[in-house]
């Protein structure tokens, strides 16, 4: 079965940097679309980025551009975000997700595999 691990969550102060890892395993990963999305407290779940299979094209949410970068490194199945210039508002539970693919998705009902989530709290 697929399983999503995600790690690097923590606490940082405004300004700083974080950078996510999700590990995949139980699926051949290169076909794999793969995309993170984070939710707050009180908060609907809410796309950040994603990655196409070939790691060709990209796409992120008009809050993290410019800030947040998604990669992949297919010998280790595993897929990246690297957040700098962190807010507070970038406060959340991140998750990773991942469907096999062409293409870039953006929304929540695309994905069928999900990880647990990891926390990123940003202090002012």
Not at 44 to 49: D, I, K, L, T
Request: net charge positive; aromatic share 12%; charged share 15%.
């Amino acid at each position: 079965q697929v399983q999503l691990v995600e790690s690097g969550g923590g606490l940082v102060q405004a300004g700083g940097s974080l950078k996510l890892s999700c590990a995949a395993s139980g699926l051949i990963f290169r076909p794999y679309c793969m995309g993170w999305f984070r939710q707050a407290a009180g908060k609907e779940r809410e796309f950040v980025a994603a990655i196409s299979w070939s790691g060709g094209s990209t796409n992120y949410a008009d809050s993290v551009k410019g800030r947040f970068t998604i990669s992949r490194d297919d010998a280790k199945n595993t897929v990246y975000l690297q957040m700098n210039s962190l807010k507070p508002e970038d406060t959340a539970v991140y998750y990773c997700a991942a469907q096999n693919a062409i293409g870039v998705l953006t929304t929540y009902s695309g994905y069928a595999h999900w990880g647990q989530g990891t926390q990123v709290s940003v202090s002012s």
